[in-house]
């Protein structure tokens, strides 16, 4: 992943994304899109890796509430998981059909607590799928367009 890219709107004018193509040995294998929430009352963001489908996800946002279904994976949290969390492949590809990757990670784990704020959670999302972040460049996110 390299370059500088734009942020543009997203759906319903709500956030604006950002994306860079994900190269594996110089072929273009899928995307890393950044969607910002600039008028939400808190720093509010998700970041997917997607191939596609999306098969890694942040999804940062202390007031989120993501309910984790039972599962028979001993290590995963159970019940509600409370504030910021993250989709890992590892954790969901026991959902996979087939060839066919899940439509949805159902499952999540709680972000990390010393992980906070975009720049910090995209250098922790990139080491976790190896993703090399040399020679990119991520804009400030957009500021709040309305009063809230």
């Known amino acids: ?8 709107a997203g759906n319903g004018h709500e956030d604006q994304r950002i994306k860079w193509a994900v190269t594996i040995q110089h072929e273009n294998h899928g995307d890393l899109t950044i969607t910002w929430f600039p008028n ?53 590809r026991h959902l996979m059909k087939g060839n066919m990757p899940p439509p949805r990670l159902r499952f999540a784990r709680p972000l990390p607590a010393d992980i906070s704020g975009l720049h910090a959670c995209l250098r922790w999302f990139c080491q976790h799928v190896n993703i090399a972040l040399d020679g990119t460049t991520v804009p400030p996110p957009p500021s709040a367009d309305r009063l809230l």
């Open 1 to 8: 992943m390299a370059g500088i890219a734009d942020w543009w």
């Open 40 to 92: 939400s009352p808190v720093e509010r963001f998700k970041i997917v890796l997607a191939l596609p489908p999306a098969i890694w996800r942040i999804d940062y946002d202390p007031n989120d509430r993501h309910p984790n279904p039972l599962s028979t994976i001993p290590a995963l949290p159970r019940g509600i998981i409370l504030g910021s969390h993250f989709h890992a492949w590892e954790d969901n």
